[in-house]
């Protein structure tokens, strides 16, 4: 510690981290704007198209004519008029608020935590008579990203299929909004994800095609050098293209280190390239820590570094066998990283990696090569129609491989509920599997099978089933349900309509499919009330009431309903957004505990409510403000 500084060194990187976080902190939401509708002006940094609406993200830097700290936004308009693309400004008149996630449920998906992320503090729909394009935002850096767009519309006139085309545009330019999701989910349960997302492995097939499109270069003085500075300042200009994400520039920054090491005539170090990429990105943006990303893309690149060679059964010095299994090698020591990472944000785990990704592995490179200069061609008005068919052929040979693996049952083990303990359990189990590899110690085996059962120990210890009855009534602003979880079953008492049951439960398993892996739900039983009578659900001795019609009281009157002569005893009555009548003699009427005014209800209607119940001195509880939880430990039945 007093010859060698590591204390020092230590210390000076803890400062340095803190110093470059607190720089890169986003800014704030601006106070004063919530609430308020304004005039805005800003940049569009990314933008999303979905079917008629878009989904962008404006960096605001104009507000009622003013400049102010610019602040990021995302901004949702339901129409796809007026035609808006990256980097054009654009002029808006909306009501700002901030971008928070309040979950209803534990574990609930975040959909706007790549957002929050990008530094996103702001929300807000726009109405499309509100939003103008003022012009495009001048500057290199915004001309080669909207090229993005020209590169997309070029994909777009190729004369292959549609699927191709998709795939194409996800690998070429970065956006996977094209993308069906019958695609996707085919590439994610056979271990073939990776291909949609911008990689170190897209970035080496078109440096290599570069390479080649420059190779006599390679015959004049001092040509090497010149083409790969012209190799790289083309991947420099890919990476800005497609949005600098995290595994393009990790992928752009070790060729660069690796290229600058070669003019040099320095040794060249894999590891101390890709540590180095791993602190210029963090410097320039800290919060790509927590990117999905760029964890999947360290990971796999570090993981091959350490277990690709062990892996492969041929020495070197064979070469043409070596090669050969470099493929499976590389694929399996990927996995070793990433697979327990990506069954944790994604709660698959496939099965046949390793044989279809041999098959990816020989068919991409021809794919995304062919398909680089079929949409040079293009971007020149220009068709190849030999090439486009042969690029087309193999992307149908690499999609029908995929979906016959995926045909098999067996093909992934889907609803994977990965703890924290397991991940980092199995993390530790790699360290000690490194060391047996490189040093064929017996005691690093022995600590690396100690630290795997340990794995299985966690594996088994969170699986322990929840005995608890819960009761959630999260906030919607188009319906209102009572969703109780009991044993492996969710049941929902839900003002929605009968015929929407179905895109309800679809919401359900996408929204809440965390919190259900991890209760073991496996099934979802919607039930919508009688429309004119007062029906209740009981819990554990508890009764909850769904409102959703004034004529329910005036019906229970006749008995068919709850009275306050009844002698049943209400524990919850939820006020929905179709109720209209008078509160206090629904309150009257009915043997009520506490009222909940529910989240769809009208604003006006829901605040005069929850004024006339208070000035009255009855329990009344806003859903709008939060949500509805309660647990007991008991296992009851529900009626």
């Known amino acids: 510690m007093i010859r060698k500084p590591y204390a020092g060194l230590m210390c000076c990187g803890i400062l340095l981290g803190y110093a470059v976080s607190a720089a890169n902190e986003p800014a704030p939401f601006p106070e004063g704007i919530e609430g308020r509708e304004l005039d805005y002006s800003g940049v569009v940094m990314e933008i999303r198209h979905f079917d008629p609406s878009q989904v962008m993200v404006v960096k605001v830097d104009s507000c009622i004519g003013k400049m102010c700290r610019p602040f990021l936004v995302k901004l949702t308009t339901p129409s796809s008029l007026p035609s808006v693309e990256e980097r054009d400004r654009i ?16 574990g609930e998906t975040d959909y706007d935590r790549p957002l929050r992320l990008m ?21 290199m850096m915004n001309v ?26 996800a690998v070429l330019t970065g956006d996977r909004s094209m993308l069906t999701p019958d695609m996707q989910e085919l590439f994610s349960t056979t271990g073939l994800s990776h291909l949609l997302a911008l ?32 190799v790289v300042t083309l991947l420099w200009l890919f990476a800005i293209m497609t949005g600098l994400g995290p595994s393009v520039v990790r992928s752009v920054l070790m060729v660069t280190l690796f290229f600058i090491a070669y003019s040099l005539q320095r040794q060249r170090s894999p590891f101390n390239s890709l540590c180095v990429a791993a602190l210029i990105i963090l410097v320039c943006d800290p919060n790509s820590l927590y990117s999905i990303g760029f964890q999947l893309s360290f990971l796999a690149v570090g993981s091959i570094l350490l277990f690709a060679e062990p892996f492969n059964p041929f020495p070197q010095r064979q070469t043409l066998l070596h090669g050969i299994a470099a493929y499976p090698a590389v694929t399996l020591a990927a996995m070793m990283g ?23 592995a020989l068919l991409m490179p021809f ?13 020149v008005g220009l068709t190849v129609p030999f090439l486009a068919g042969m690029v087309d052929w193999l ?20 609803d994977v509920d990965v703890s924290v303990p397991t991940l980092l359990a199995w993390f530790v189990t790699l360290i000690p599997l490194a060391l047996w590899f490189y040093r064929r110690r017996i005691v690093y085996m022995t600590a690396s099978l100690l630290c795997l059962a340990f794995t299985f120990v966690t594996v088994i210890a969170s699986e322990r089933p929840y005995e608890t009855v819960e009761v959630y009534i999260p906030r919607s602003k188009h319906h209102t349900s009572i969703m109780v979880r009991d044993g492996g079953t969710l049941h929902v008492v839900t003002s929605a309509p009968e015929r929407t049951h179905g895109e309800l439960c679809a919401e359900y398993r996408r929204k809440y499919a965390r919190y259900m892996l991890s209760r073991g739900i496996d099934s979802i039983h919607v039930i919508t009330p009688a429309r004119h009578a007062v029906e209740s659900l009981e819990v554990c001795g508890r009764r909850y009431a769904l409102i959703h019609d004034a004529r329910q009281i005036s019906e229970s009157d006749e008995g068919s309903g709850y009275r306050s002569d009844s002698g049943v005893h209400l524990d919850y009555a939820v006020i929905c957004s179709g109720f209209r009548g008078d509160i206090n003699a629904l309150a009257e009427k009915l043997d009520v505990d506490s009222i909940l005014l529910s989240a769809d209800m009208n604003t006006r209607r829901h605040d005069r409510y929850f004024s006339e119940l208070s000035e009255a001195g009855r329990n009344v509880r806003s859903l709008r403000r939060s949500p509805f939880v309660w647990r007991t430990e008991s296992v009851g039945l529900i009626d």
């Open 144 to 169: 080669i990203r909207r090229f993005r767009t020209d590169v997309t519309l070029a994909i777009v006139d190729l004369p292959v299929s549609d699927g191709c085309k998709e795939f194409l545009n």
């Open 338 to 360: 990433t697979a327990v990472v990506s069954a944790y944000y994604f709660n698959v785990f496939p099965l046949v990696f390793l044989p279809v990704n041999f098959v990816a």
């Open 91 to 106: 002029d808006f008149t909306a009501s700002v608020s901030p971008l928070a996630f309040e979950p209803d449920l534990p």
């Open 199 to 230: 990689s170190g492995l897209h970035v080496a097939i078109i440096a290599g095609l570069i390479s080649v499109l420059l190779f006599p270069l390679a015959l004049v003085r001092r040509g090497r050098i010149l083409r790969g500075v012209v």
């Open 395 to 414: 992307f149908s040979l690499l999609q029908g491989s995929a979906a016959w693996f995926g045909s098999f049952s067996w093909t992934a083990v889907k």
């Open 119 to 139: 530094g996103v503090v702001g929300q807000t729909f726009v109405r499309p008579d509100s939003l103008n394009v003022s012009g495009l935002e001048l500057g």
């Open 367 to 379: 794919v995304l090569a062919g398909g680089v200069v079929i949409t040079l061609f293009s971007l």
